[in-house]
């Protein structure tokens, strides 16, 4: 994964790209390994889980967070129309 990673980091820098470090993160799902993934020596953050287009990701893989985010969200949505 660092090999990938650093593949990234220097295509982006040849077309004038920067790569956010602080807002880069790493999800690591199904591995052993626990070698921290660096851009430009800089060690990126690891975490457990992350939202992406709205829906949750975790190292898991499956899709309990995500289910109970969106009944969540629905029921204050609906909370909010009862209201009117």
């Known amino acids: 994964m660092q090999e990938k ?29 626990t070698d921290p993934i660096t851009i430009d020596g800089e060690d ?14 975790d190292e898991q893989g499956g899709s309990d967070a995500d289910v109970k985010a969106r009944i969540g969200k629905a029921r204050a949505a609906y909370l909010q129309l009862r209201n009117i």
């Open 5 to 33: 990673t650093n593949s990234v980091a220097a295509a982006s820098a040849a077309v004038g790209l920067n790569i956010h470090k602080g807002k880069s993160k790493v999800l690591r799902y199904n591995t052993e390994c």
């Open 44 to 57: 990126l953050e690891d975490v457990k889980t992350f939202t992406y287009l709205g829906s949750i990701i």
